[in-house]
């Protein structure tokens, strides 16, 4: 694992000071950082703090030079900082967190007619059942689970013990973290004589491309037709969605949250951490639903909602400080009635 | 997968109208439903809607013959079409989603004093330890644990990746979704010296006959005695249960809902989604607790309560519409009390 | 299973009455107590129900002889009766669940680099990566996942299906229960042209000693450093935290809580089922956050907050009370205005 100065100048495409043939070891935090770390400065006006940082080099904002005259250590000037440090994480990454080698495991467990890409990965004790696909440098997990007619697109990277029950289908270049289940059964039931009858869920989950699932959710398939990630979104850990849900494209959705059945998450929206919102709701795209917010009826695009019936931020934060002053205002209102004869 | 119009009307107990050798290949909404598909109109009031419909065949209520003279499909005129659909359903889902063929997979490993009843199947991988039962025509999903002397009825499914641990008892006629825990430790410590110290959990968790459980929940076992989920009772994903738990049947209880320890649960109560219930509570029997609220103490049978403290619904909604007056109130509090000089 | 009076008061450090060789097979609430179960009673106002107790054998507070008068069993008097109950249900622990048996299952697939140290148990279907440690007396359940390089520490136990993924470190006497994942990538991304790009993470997590996390848990490794468990921490089931979390000491963390990234809680802090902490806070030592309560800023040491937002606990039941009257306020301040023509 190593990176010099002179290579993450050119991943930066920026300008060089100091030592260019630097090694780099590793990564961390400006503070933290030692004379064979790269770290980053992401905003000039803490350009004090960088400049008593023991990083061996340093990625700042263009423009900063003059700011960045006491630092002693090599730095390389460029537009965007913080996404040229993700771009030299991704080197490190590839010796840190190497991805599984090539080739079937000997315990796995695959049906005859499934048919696993070239270049693909199949881990220790995987099970990939009858008709399904792997896509062509697929890594399923060890552990992992593939449904009858499941389809895992190219280079998507399954952790291990993913499930991704029967008929459903992972895009290209999805990440779906250790535990998360694709296609359980929708909840749904009629109960015309007390008893809840259950309705065969015969649908399906459709993940499309560039997705990222985090561990231990639970994604449900349509009762009828798709259960519907769009393409870029990225879901964080022990996240619930339920059967015919749509979600737009490139929205991030946050821990614990969950979205009740057939309810649509328009493009670019964002949903905090715990949040819930109703079934059969829309959420207008680019809207935020603020973590713990919940969401019992539509919501038009380019929202911010807060509170435990979501209302317009700004409104929601004023009720909130007002909440404060409640026993204040019963007060007031007691004396008030008083000297009224009320 | 294919079901005639015929025997859609026998399934449904109903009259058919148009041609009853017609041949439907699936179902789906009445909006998306093709010439082989088969829908259904629940409300005579959409009926409408039900004429334009593509369907090859509807199912529609008992009296709605001349609201449905436009419709040029076949119809099968029954007394619950939304009852009928699932019967059909039913009969789709044998086909496109039939359950695990009989028997034990070789890579399952089944302790020499393991019971397996007959026409049961065990998946690829999976753990059955020392003493455990699987009952005939149950099914054991790849990679699930059957924890020592636990037991699982009678045609239950448990689908790939669910934990019983020992001891634990499954009913007959259970679905169990991929990565649910069954019989994880009970949370308790005591803490004399502020360390905190285990409470061993000796108890065990008993699911009692028709439950079904969502994906990736957490159920634990009682401290000594027996956590409890009782006949008939439908359970969503990522749902927490406690120790000593007991709830009782018919209950639904939607996703990511949360019940602590040595609370008691009545027979058909609906406990939300996200809903938090406090610990040693009694939810009264019929009773429904909407989704997000968080109960601290007892609730009458037949209540039903809102809120992030539960209160009766219609205060609930009351005290949330006033919510959004509090700013218009504070207001007029202050100029009452500067009118007043106070 | 088999306990004597006279070693049930030898591990009480208590006094005895009655019938020191009395065999105890079980343990029971004191209600429900058998002639051959054990029971406790925690608190002397109580002393009327014990005295109906049918149990055998009966721990209760030094002090409490003479209101135990009535009571026919036998009686261990000592100074703190649940503790010394819990130290009798470990010893009935024992036999009604045993630890696993030491050895290699052949089932388990285990890289040849990885070390596997004396006296640890690796069950069915497990896989140890290559460079992975398991330390001595440690057990690894069936079907887990050790990752590349991780270390599981002594006598830690891991139940069914639990994944340590690569690099993490999991201290000695730990105990995790079925399902949880151990260092899932953090939640991080750039999206300098409205694509969400991935930030790789390549540090990890560190648990600490004596730390418990229940079931379906979920927590990420840092982006660049460690993110913490703390020593004699537990964590209850289907847990959130996100990366760079750092949490103390002996906190007590319930089910479904969630925790966002760098965010940091000290030592003995109490955070309660469902409640929900901002990112980059700061939850001083000993404080407790109640159940269902949401946390956006820091909190000082020792304190206890409630509510949608957080309030001293106080505060919040005050509000929460007068929120019942907000309809009366509206209506007196209505009468008010028009008393007052304003």
Chains 1, 2, 3 share one sequence.
Do not use: W
Not at 34 to 47: E, K, M, N, V
Not at 208 to 217: F, R
């Amino acid at each position: 694992m190593s990176l010099t100065a002179a290579e993450a100048a050119k991943l930066a495409q920026g300008t060089l000071r100091g030592d260019a043939g630097l090694k780099l070891q590793g990564a961390a935090p400006l503070e933290k950082a030692g004379p064979s770390d790269l770290a980053f400065l992401a905003d000039p006006s803490f350009a004090g703090a960088a400049a008593a940082s023991k990083a061996g080099c340093l990625l700042a904002p263009a423009g900063s030079e003059e700011l960045l005259a006491a630092f002693k250590g090599t730095v390389v000037f460029t537009k965007n900082p913080k996404y040229a440090f993700m771009l030299a994480l991704r080197r490190f990454e590839a010796d840190l967190r190497p991805a599984p080698e090539r080739g079937r495991h000997p315990t796995a467990v695959i049906y005859p007619s499934a048919k696993i890409g070239a270049d693909s990965h199949v881990g220790p004790g995987a099970v990939v059942e009858e008709g399904a696909y792997i896509a062509p440098g697929a890594s399923i997990g060890a552990q992992c689970y593939i449904g009858r007619n499941a389809r895992v697109g190219m280079g998507s990277r399954l952790y291990p013990g993913v499930k991704v029950m029967d008929a459903c289908e992972i895009g290209s270049g999805c990440i779906i973290h250790a535990g998360t289940v694709i296609g359980s059964d929708g909840y749904g039931y009629v109960s015309p004589r007390g008893r809840h009858e259950k309705i065969p869920q015969i649908g399906k989950v459709v993940v499309e491309d560039d997705v990222e699932i985090g561990a231990n959710c639970a994604i449900d398939r349509a009762a009828l037709e798709v259960t519907l990630i769009g393409a870029g979104t990225k879901i964080d850990n022990l996240v619930h969605v339920a059967h015919n849900v749509r979600i737009g494209r490139n929205c991030l959705i946050m821990a614990q949250a969950a979205i009740a059945g057939s309810t649509e998450v328009g493009d670019n929206a964002i949903i905090g951490g715990q949040a819930g919102i109703s079934d059969h709701v829309k959420i207008g795209e680019n809207s935020a639903v603020m973590a713990g917010t919940g969401i019992m009826s539509d919501l038009a695009p380019g929202q911010v909602v807060f509170g435990h019936i979501g209302r317009p931020r700004l409104q929601a934060m004023k009720i909130e400080a007002l909440l404060s002053k409640l026993p204040e205002m019963h007060r007031a209102l007691s004396k008030i009635k008083k000297q009224l004869g009320i």
